[in-house]
């Protein structure tokens, strides 16, 4: 199948949906997904391959939402560095939906993590071609600079896991389930840490046990690729939201950039209406809501039935990620594309040269909240460059730098999280909701925004005609 076709941006902008004599908008297919995020972009994609005509209106001037592509100059990157998952099922299907080859779009790598201390220390995790679980208890039991009783320790964790099913009720703070489980602070620091800042974002000091467990599970259970890396080779608006649009065009719907939503109309009935946007409105029998949680609160308290859920959605927290691009001379690469640092504010370093062949642009990643969120920009690339050159004091100063600071990039995963998520629907008919902020079961991350997009559609399509 061929891969995705490059359309301009402008394509998006130039051509509008039908008018009314009136000066209002018409939607024949009467469904409106408000928000051009992974999570709106999937439910609309949905909708149209099954024949359906969805409007999709983002306020943005770009598709993507919080994982998008900007530009610096010449250099084109994306607002964080994201890491898949090969058991990111949703990800995947989408992909077929729209005929896109998994190889077009991402590098299937076997799970290959080196930890790196500044003092010297490496701590390596890395699969073997082996059945599921046995490919991972082999990474375990064969990681590098761990002592055999933190190697047994971490086995006998994951062992109890899948006895209980890789869940815990009530929920607890993994710190305290690792302590709980005997786990010491070797494993701790050089394996569970690393892998809850990657997996979840949040200090193991208020993360939720389920939510790492359930990621482990999809690491263990099933089939050997569910615990592939998958990275992005390509800018991620060219991964799924520019194919996604060009798709649901293709099927006769819509995508708009810089069109806001200001307000839901809801009838006598008690049902959805249409939607008003700056000086027009939009009639629709079925909305999607598929924005970040305040701005679907901000459309959600203007009613009385959805109020209570308003306020929920609120009260959830969000997480800063810093993301430092480097360009360096050519000849400047690590020993692999992606290295962990165990006791530096850097948490993650990833090179680009040996991800797509650009040689020399590095990324260093800070996720989760700490003392480097109230930092100028300066000081806060010195904090990068400081953590860089401790790692690897032989490297030269970096040619130039790019900073990019999302400060509500990605949820909380804490023992609060669970209880604040939303499902997809709601107390008014036709309006529904989409997002990784959604109850997915899953953290914050694009599989829980593509499958909570893929379940509302679903859900969509199974309502009567009003």
């Given at each position: 199948?061929?891969?995705?076709?490059?359309?301009?941006?402008?394509?998006?902008?130039?051509?509008?949906?039908?008018?009314?004599?009136?000066?209002?908008?018409?939607?024949?297919?009467?469904?409106?997904?408000?928000?051009?995020?992974?999570?709106?972009?999937?439910?609309?994609?949905?909708?149209?391959?099954?024949?359906?005509?969805?409007?999709?209106?983002?306020?943005?001037?770009?598709?993507?939402?919080?994982?998008?592509?900007?530009?610096?100059?010449?250099?084109?990157?994306?607002?964080?560095?994201?890491?898949?998952?090969?058991?990111?099922?949703?990800?995947?299907?989408?992909?077929?939906?729209?005929?896109?080859?998994?190889?077009?779009?991402?590098?299937?790598?076997?799970?290959?993590?080196?930890?790196?201390?500044?003092?010297?220390?490496?701590?390596?995790?890395?699969?073997?071609?082996?059945?599921?679980?046995l490919h991972l208890l082999?990474?375990?039991?064969?990681?590098?600079?761990?002592?055999?009783?933190?190697?047994?320790?971490?086995?006998?964790?994951?062992?109890?896991?899948?006895?209980?099913?890789?869940?815990?009720?009530?929920?607890?703070?993994?710190?305290?389930?690792?302590?709980?489980?005997?786990?010491?602070?070797?494993?701790?620091?050089?394996?569970?840490?690393?892998?809850?800042?990657?997996?979840?974002?949040?200090?193991?000091?208020?993360?939720?046990?389920?939510?790492?467990?359930?990621?482990?599970?999809?690491?263990?259970?099933?089939?050997?690729?569910?615990?592939?890396?998958?990275?992005?080779?390509?800018?991620?608006?060219?991964?799924?939201?520019?194919?996604?649009?060009?798709?649901?065009?293709?099927?006769?719907?819509?995508?708009?950039?810089?069109?806001?939503?200001?307000?839901?109309?809801?009838?006598?009935?008690?049902?959805?209406?249409?939607?008003?946007?700056?000086?027009?409105?939009?009639?629709?029998?079925?909305?999607?809501?598929?924005?970040?949680?305040?701005?679907?609160?901000?459309?959600?308290?203007?009613?009385?039935?959805?109020?209570?859920?308003?306020?929920?959605?609120?009260?959830?927290?969000?997480?800063?990620?810093?993301?430092?691009?480097?360009?360096?001379?050519?000849?400047?690469?690590?020993?692999?594309?992606?290295?962990?640092?165990?006791?530096?504010?850097?948490?993650?370093?990833?090179?680009?040269?040996?991800?797509?062949?650009?040689?020399?642009?590095?990324?260093?990643?800070?996720?989760?909240?700490?003392?480097?969120?109230?930092?100028?920009?300066?000081?806060?690339?010195?904090?990068?460059?400081?953590?860089?050159?401790?790692?690897?004091?032989?490297?030269?100063?970096?040619?130039?730098?790019?900073?990019?600071?999302?400060?509500?990039?990605?949820?909380?995963?804490?023992?609060?999280?669970?209880?604040?998520?939303?499902?997809?629907?709601?107390?008014?008919?036709?309006?529904?909701?989409?997002?990784?902020?959604t109850s997915a079961g899953?953290?914050?991350?694009?599989?829980?925004?593509?499958r909570s997009g893929i379940?509302?559609?679903?859900?969509?399509?199974?309502?009567?005609?009003?």
């Amino acid at each position: 199948m061929p891969g995705p076709t490059q359309r301009s941006r402008a394509a998006f902008l130039s051509r509008p949906p039908n008018h009314t004599a009136g000066g209002a908008r018409t939607n024949p297919d009467g469904i409106v997904v408000i928000g051009g995020g992974w999570a709106g972009l999937a439910a609309a994609a949905e909708l149209a391959r099954h024949g359906r005509k969805p409007v999709v209106l983002e306020a943005g001037r770009s598709l993507g939402g919080r994982a998008r592509t900007l530009r610096f100059g010449p250099l084109v990157v994306d607002n964080g560095q994201h890491l898949l998952l090969g058991a990111y099922r949703s990800v995947l299907s989408m992909l077929q939906t729209l005929g896109i080859p998994e190889r077009e779009v991402f590098r299937r790598t076997a799970l290959e993590l080196t930890m790196k201390s500044t003092l010297g220390a490496e701590v390596r995790l890395q699969t073997r071609r082996l059945p599921a679980p046995l490919h991972l208890l082999w990474a375990l039991a064969s990681t590098g600079d761990l002592s055999m009783s933190a190697r047994l320790a971490a086995l006998r964790l994951l062992r109890r896991a899948r006895r209980a099913r890789f869940d815990v009720r009530p929920d607890i703070a993994l710190s305290y389930y690792l302590r709980r489980c005997g786990q010491p602070a070797e494993t701790t620091r050089a394996l569970w840490q690393p892998l809850c800042r990657a997996a979840l974002g949040t200090p193991i000091e208020r993360a939720s046990t389920r939510l790492f467990l359930h990621v482990l599970r999809d690491l263990l259970v099933g089939r050997r690729a569910q615990s592939d890396l998958l990275l992005p080779i390509r800018p991620l608006v060219d991964c799924l939201p520019r194919p996604a649009a060009e798709f649901i065009e293709a099927h006769g719907g819509s995508v708009r950039v810089g069109t806001r939503v200001h307000t839901i109309d809801v009838g006598d009935d008690g049902a959805v209406t249409g939607v008003q946007l700056r000086d027009q409105t939009l009639s629709a029998r079925q909305v999607l809501i598929a924005t970040a949680p305040e701005a679907a609160a901000m459309l959600l308290r203007d009613h009385n039935a959805t109020a209570d859920l308003a306020s929920r959605l609120e009260r959830i927290e969000l997480h800063p990620v810093y993301t430092l691009y480097l360009e360096y001379p050519s000849t400047v690469e690590l020993p692999q594309v992606l290295v962990g640092v165990l006791d530096g504010t850097v948490q993650w370093l990833v090179d680009h040269g040996r991800l797509n062949g650009r040689r020399g642009l590095l990324a260093a990643v800070i996720g989760g909240p700490g003392a480097h969120t109230l930092l100028s920009n300066d000081a806060l690339t010195s904090l990068f460059l400081a953590d860089i050159a401790r790692l690897y004091p032989d490297w030269p100063a970096p040619l130039s730098t790019h900073l990019i600071r999302e400060k509500r990039a990605t949820l909380a995963a804490t023992t609060e999280l669970e209880a604040l998520r939303p499902r997809s629907i709601t107390p008014i008919k036709g309006l529904w909701l989409a997002g990784d902020y959604t109850s997915a079961g899953y953290p914050s991350s694009l599989e829980a925004a593509v499958r909570s997009g893929i379940v509302a559609a679903r859900r969509i399509l199974r309502e009567p005609p009003r």
